[in-house]
């Protein structure tokens, strides 16, 4: 199993095209739902935000999906790039954070905290490494 990737926001977030049911395979990259360790400690230490959700991609069904240089790789980094633009059009703060396997009550804390923006992701970054917190910002 791979790490999950998690997003935060101050607001609840438009993901009913996102989730398994509703999403198609063939036409989705990605899927959303709503986070299940919400309220774990790690969650309440890690997040000031309220609404956590995780993020997989279809082709591999957790977030290792995103990384590497293959097509269908590309592919789910563009959607999570237009699912994070089209967040921020709905909540000004939001955070996402590479969460090891055994997140809930680990009493892990991120290793690298950054800014990036859906352009980013789109374009260059090609990995998502364990440990990372990121705050999302607007491209420029």
């Known amino acids: 199993m791979c790490h999950p990737l998690v997003v935060a926001s101050r607001t609840p977030l438009p993901i009913f095209q996102y989730t398994r049911g509703e999403a198609d395979a063939s036409a989705g990259q990605i899927y959303v739902s709503h986070f299940e360790a919400t309220e774990s400690p790690d969650s309440r230490v890690i997040f000031p935000l309220r609404f956590l959700y995780a993020v997989s991609t279809g082709h591999t069904g957790d977030a290792c999906g995103f990384s590497g240089e293959y097509a269908d790789a590309a592919s789910a980094r563009g959607e ?27 009493g892990v804390a991120p290793l690298k905290m950054d800014y990036v923006a859906p352009g980013d992701i789109r374009t260059w970054m090609t990995v998502f490494v364990e440990g990372d917190f990121y705050q999302i910002v607007r491209d420029d």
């Open 80 to 106: 999570l790039a237009d699912f994070l633009e089209r967040s921020l059009e709905f909540s000004s703060d939001l955070q996402m954070y590479v969460a090891p396997e055994q997140y809930g009550d680990s």
